[in-house]
């Protein structure tokens, strides 16, 4: 592009993000053969305002699915070109448009996640790629560049939500363009990078504060385990009777021995099968668990969450982690930070955003303690996948399980949870409410029905998975928009389907009280 000599100038010492195009910047609508297709993402130019205060802006695109469709490469530059005219128009400068104009099946060495353009970046501009991010919303945006230091930021956008199985647990994720460029700024100031904080929550655990942090489920608000008095601090902070016991997060597999009587070979099968990961096993305690921990009853339940900064949290503190999600008792869980500040700000010692949790659902909580394995809150890891490594596994739904304040095999199962303020209903089909124009409608996926109301889709992706990591995000959007309702479309039990019903089942009945 023009003006690349004075652009040149302004590199000093920068370091550089390097942004996919489509799906990240602009809506991804297959292949743009002219520029009044380009739709932005409502919070692109806000955040690349504010990305550009800190670093130079690159993009690199994949076009060959475009050359393939029988564009001419000066067609792909022109789109190229007219988008980073109305970035301009916007005060925004882009450093470098990097094309690949290749399908994947030519093998060129410039397609992501090959470092080629990042390399040529170094070269031409001296950007440090050890201090460079890469931003996009395919798990080959944020690849590029892995080996020489880049750091990948992952976008729900796009394709986001369909490939993020694929996405290494070290790459933070986020909904979008703005709340990744959000976290950036906020953890580029001395002492708030993600080490320091968490760090800095480790001192907190040890010291029996409260420490918000991020799960791949939800947001957790933790403390060290074995203090009972800096466990009742977290029934205070989220305002949580006591009779609802607390999960034990630990950081290797055998620092559960010590917090239970024995380990079952199921329960060994398990751990070893998935271990890190949102299953929560609850096994006969140990004399060393405080009895607050268990809600004075005789198990306790233990699991080993998969989110790097979780783990890395534990392992400093030394501790294992008592910690329930990161809401007030009865309300949506959070899976970003934002969502635990607006619940809980001024509760907490610490707070470490880690990006969005990836799953979106709380862990299975799974009693080992029954001749048959129950499962007491469907979640993350499915019904299908623990029978296929211990057989049969029986199902307790919230609605079978006793009433508030009885005493209960799983105290804390209460259907009135999960509850958004504005009543919502659960239905098999939501065209029942198509003529409503004051509802909020969650649909499973894309349709082409007409509603009155407004339509909010929470399987884009096509995926379940996808689907659920929109979830409490989508309903905490709704709840906030002033409907007069909210209906939410049942998926297929199946899967991840089954704890997705069962929270929107357990949100329905919470507004019905
Ligand atoms: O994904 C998760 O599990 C998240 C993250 C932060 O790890 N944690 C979470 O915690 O969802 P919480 O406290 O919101 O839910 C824990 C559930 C409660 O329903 C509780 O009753 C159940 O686990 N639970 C805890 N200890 C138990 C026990 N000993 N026996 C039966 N159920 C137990
Ligand atoms: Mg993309």
């Not at 109305?86 to 448009?97: F, P, T, Y």
């Not at 007030?328 to 869980?333: D, E, Y």
């Not at 095999?409 to 003529?435: E, N």
Request: aromatic letters at 6%; hydrophobic letters at 45%.
């Amino acid at each position: 592009m023009a003006g690349t000599d004075q652009k040149r100038l302004q590199t000093q010492g920068k370091p550089a993000i390097f942004l996919d195009r489509d799906g990240t910047i602009i809506e991804d609508v297959g292949t743009l053969r002219e520029a009044g297709q380009i739709a932005l993402f409502p919070d692109a130019i806000a955040a690349l305002k504010k990305l550009q205060e800190r670093f130079l802006l690159f993009v690199i695109t994949n076009q060959g699915t475009a050359v393939q469709a029988g564009m001419q490469r000066k067609e792909v530059d022109a789109i190229n070109r007219a988008l980073d005219r109305i970035l301009a128009d916007e005060g925004i400068a882009i450093v470098e448009w990097y094309t690949c104009y290749h399908m994947r099946s030519e093998q060129c060495s410039c397609i992501k996640p090959n470092p080629f353009f990042i390399e040529r970046a170094a070269g031409e501009y001296g950007i440090e790629p050890a201090a460079s991010l890469i931003m996009g919303d395919h798990p080959h945006d944020v690849l590029t560049g892995k080996e020489l230091g880049v750091q990948g930021l992952y976008l729900l956008t796009g394709h986001g939500l369909k490939h993020l199985s694929e996405v290494p647990y070290d790459i933070p994720v986020f909904h979008t363009l703005g709340e990744g460029a959000e976290w950036l700024l906020q953890h580029s100031a001395p002492g708030t990078s993600l080490s320091e904080m968490t760090a800095a929550g480790a001192a907190a655990i040890r010291n029996g504060e409260l420490v918000a942090f991020p799960t791949e489920t939800v947001y957790g608000l933790g403390t060290d385990a074995l203090n009972a008095d800096a466990a009742a601090r977290i029934f205070i902070a989220k305002q949580r009777p006591l009779e609802d016991p607390l999960i034990v997060h630990i950081a290797e597999k055998g620092d559960i021995i010590p917090l239970v009587t024995h380990l079952p070979e199921k329960a060994s099968l398990l751990i070893d099968r998935f271990w890190p990961g949102p299953l929560t096993l609850v096994l006969p305690k140990s004399p060393a668990v405080p009895d607050i921990i268990t809600a004075g009853g005789a198990t306790v339940a233990v699991r080993m969450p998969a989110h790097p900064v979780a783990l890395a949290l534990i392992r400093q503190a030394q501790r294992p982690v008592a910690a329930p999600s990161a809401n007030l008792f009865g309300k949506t869980s959070p899976t970003t930070a934002a969502h635990v500040t607006e619940q809980l700000e001024g509760r907490y010692a610490v707070l470490i955003d880690g990006g969005a949790s990836r799953v979106g659902v709380e862990s299975t909580v799974l009693s080992l303690v029954e001749e048959i394995p129950v499962i007491l809150r469907p979640g993350g890891v499915t019904r299908e996948e623990l029978e296929a490594v211990i057989g049969e596994v029986a199902v307790k739904s919230w609605s079978e399980r006793p009433a508030v304040g009885e005493r209960m095999a799983s105290p804390g199962m209460l259907p009135a949870h999960y509850a958004p303020a504005t009543p919502m209903v659960l239905v098999d089909d939501a065209a029942t409410y198509a003529d409503d124009p004051e509802a909020a409608i969650i649909l499973r996926g894309p349709t082409t029905r007409h509603f009155a109301g407004s339509i909010f889709i929470l399987g884009h992706g096509g995926t379940m998975a996808g689907a659920a990591a929109m979830l409490y995000q989508t309903l905490r959007l709704v709840d906030r928009m002033d409907f007069r309702l909210i209906v939410a479309e049942r998926f297929p039990d199946s899967g991840i389907g089954a704890a997705v019903n069962d929270r929107l089942e357990r949100a329905a009945a919470g507004t019905q009280d």
